[in-house]
């Protein structure tokens, strides 16, 4: 497809774009494109539809620290268990708001059930080579459930540590997924944690 030879917001412009690959969930498209400096280049994109992370904060209860709940899966990308905070996507519903989704997706991984969700604002996952952004959300009023994993889930398991555990834990590398991280820095720069 022959793209308009306007260019955009930093001075790049599209010449052609194509579909290299498509799933449900995930398209890349693969665009020629002139740099600003005049010369021409390619330019990978992985479009991928916004995501929910979540940070679920127990409340202090009898003067003990608070408390966050992670998950731990596995991840085929980089073959290993990672620490992370509960997050996805719905790719069946992308019209849902970011907060439905959110609820879902605590629920569905956890089986917590959230009295108070706060919006602490959108993260980019990765600029330099996908489209995909989220929200991030800061979940309290904690209520214990069943949860309702997906197949490709079933291997997930929730622990519960205090916060003070989790800063240890993204110091001392434990916790590597940047999303969790940005979320953690993103709530504890709002002051909310």
Aim: aromatic content about 8%; charged content about 25%; proline content about 6%.
């Amino acid at each position: 497809m022959t793209q308009s030879p306007t260019p955009d917001a930093g001075g790049y412009v599209t010449v052609s774009t194509r579909t290299a690959y498509e799933n449900p969930w995930t398209r890349v498209r693969e665009d020629i494109i002139i740099r600003p400096n005049g010369r021409q280049g390619l330019y990978g994109v992985v479009e991928r539809g916004d995501f929910v992370v979540i940070l679920p904060l127990w409340d202090d209860a009898g003067g003990k620290e608070r408390r966050v709940t992670l998950i731990r899966q596995y991840r085929y990308p980089v073959g290993r268990r990672m620490w992370e905070l509960p997050m996805g996507m719905w790719e069946h519903r992308p019209d849902a708001a970011p907060e439905e989704v959110a609820r879902g997706e605590l629920r569905e991984e956890t089986g917590l059930v959230a009295s108070n969700m706060r919006d602490a604002g959108l993260l980019y996952q990765g600029p330099g080579f996908t489209t995909q952004k989220g929200r991030v959300f800061l979940a309290t009023g904690l209520k214990q459930g069943p949860h309702q994993r997906e197949e490709t889930e079933e291997d997930i398991t929730c622990h519960t540590v205090t916060l003070a555990e989790m800063e240890a834990m993204i110091v001392d590398g434990r916790i590597t997924c940047m999303v969790t991280i940005a979320t953690f820095g993103l709530i504890r720069a709002r002051g909310w944690i």
